[in-house]
Structure formats: C-alpha cells, structure tokens
C-alpha cells in the first residue's frame, strides 16, 4: 500500500493525458486560452486528495511547468512515499506538512486542495495567511468553522464515494470498497489507466476525518478564494459542491469530468489554475 509510484505508472499517466489541449471554460462563459494568457509566474502548491498522494498531479504538474510556473506536489503523512501509520496521523499531522513548505517560501503560493483535503489547505491558509496568495478549491470541502467529513457527508444522496465508505475494524483508517473506487472518482479515464493508479491507493487514516476545521475571518477570512466544480463527480455530487461554494468564492469554474479531472483533464484544470493566476494578478 506504501509502494513508490514507479517511473513507468507516470510516463503512462502522462502520455494518456498530454495529448488534451489546454482551455477551460469558467463559470463566467469567458474562454480561457493558454497561448493568450500571460501571468506572473507562480508557485503552486498543490494538496492531494484522501486515498492518493502526490503522484496524482503529474499531469497538472507537466502542464504548469511548461508555462514557467513552481509546482510543489508533496505527499501527505501516511500518502504516497510516506510510511507513516494510519494510527499514528492526525490533521495536525497534514497541516505541518503544508505550513512547513509554506514556511520555505519566499512569496505566497498559489494553494491547491482537491477533495477531502480542502479541509487541511483551509486550516493551513488560516495559520500561514501571508504566505497565500488565494486558496483553491478542486470538488473539494470548503467549509465553515467547526464544520467537518464526518459531519459534511451526513444525509449525503448520490454519493457513490459515500454509499461505499467504511471504517478498519479498529477504525484507525477508512476505505472506499474496492469495486466501487473507479465508479466513485475516475469513470472517465479508461480501465486500463485505472488499473496501474489502483495499488497506489492507500488506506486514509481516520482522525483527520473527524478533524473540526477551526478558521477565523481575520486570517481565512482576507484570502480570495475559488473553486472548481466537477459536473459529473460520483464522490461529491454537484448539489453537494455548489452548496459548499456558493456566496463563499471569488469565482468559482466547471469542467464536466469526474472527481479527479487531473487524471482525465489535467491540461483544461491546468488552464483554470492560469486562469486563477491572471485574476489574482489583476487586483493589484
């Protein structure tokens, strides 16, 4: 469960997905074109969803990266190349991970959190505010103080992800059922491509999970925020993500994909995250 993604699941991530052009289109019916958009270059600083790790943003990577722009990756405890035991981990755990990194910046980043893990970059902005520039949220919680998963996906309908969640029988880490996984978050990327990502999945610790996201208006608060809907998610229903969002985000995008677009469309998320670039830069 802890195995390093190998150079041959990337290099096959990779081709399937560099072939798709880089465009996107906001929620404000205005286009977005790679080849037209010219912004200050950044640092991202990208946050892994539950159950993966960093290795599931190689395709954004490589497509920010071709534009100029910093892109940081890491892997959460108990995530991707980090052994750390599921028993062990907390959301305090997570958060040190980012505010370490951001701590090491010399300008503010660009943060990215998909999924679950819109809870830890919400905590982590609020600890570090200086060091972001705007936070972004990919189908991702946003959610109020005090809120959390557990009490997020309560009453949830539609939820493929939910209907097939369940807890270790020491409840120390959950687990989505095996043969629900690809229905639940990637059922546009074909089975083959699946298939390689699948024993990279990991098992996600539990305490975090239940982690009450504490925030203020005067740190969270300042910080522009965004988010980037997913049409066709299993795991959070569109109802589910426009509630979070709305009257909460600067701007918010779409793009009629799955749960994890930066499997199946990393260039046209890629081209958003430009997009968020150009609009900060602007309101200076």
């Known amino acids: 469960m802890r195995k390093q993604l190998s150079v041959v699941f990337c290099s096959l991530i990779i081709t399937l997905i560099s072939s798709l052009p880089i465009n996107a289109q906001p929620n404000n019916s205005i286009k977005i074109e790679s080849n037209v958009m010219k912004p200050t270059k950044e640092t991202y600083l990208l946050v892994h969803s539950a159950w993966l790790g960093g290795w599931q943003w190689q395709g954004v990577t490589a497509a920010l990266t071709e534009e100029g722009h910093q892109v940081i990756a890491p892997d959460l405890p108990g995530h991707g190349s980090d052994n750390t035991p599921a028993a062990e981990i907390t959301m305090d755990s997570y958060v040190r991970t980012l505010t370490d990194i951001l ?26 505010p200086n060091k972001v520039k705007g936070v972004v949220y990919l189908s991702a919680f946003l959610l109020p103080e005090g ?9 949830v309908e539609g939820s493929t ?13 959950a687990l989505v059922k095996e043969d629900e996984i690809q229905n639940a978050f990637a059922h546009d990327i074909p089975e083959e491509a699946f298939a390689t990502a699948k024993p990279y999945i990991v098992a996600e ?46 701007k918010s995008y779409s793009i009629a994909s799955s749960h994890t677009p930066n499997f199946s469309q990393p260039r046209k998320l890629a081209s958003i995250l430009l997009s968020i670039s150009e609009d900060l830069t602007s309101d200076k």
């Open 161 to 173: 992800a939910v209907d097939n969640f369940y807890l270790s029988e020491d409840e120390s880490y």
């Open 147 to 155: 809120g959390s998963f557990i009490k997020a996906v309560q009453g």
């Open 205 to 250: 610790p539990a305490a975090p999970l239940m982690y009450e996201l504490e925030i203020t208006k005067q740190n969270f608060g300042k910080l522009a925020k965004y988010y980037i809907e997913c049409t066709q998610d299993r795991a959070i229903p569109i109802a589910v993500q426009r509630a979070m969002y709305t009257g909460k985000v600067k």
């Open 103 to 128: 701590d090491k910046q010399d300008r503010p980043v660009i943060l990215v959190g998909h999924s679950f893990n819109g809870i830890t970059v919400s905590r982590a902005a609020e600890l570090r």
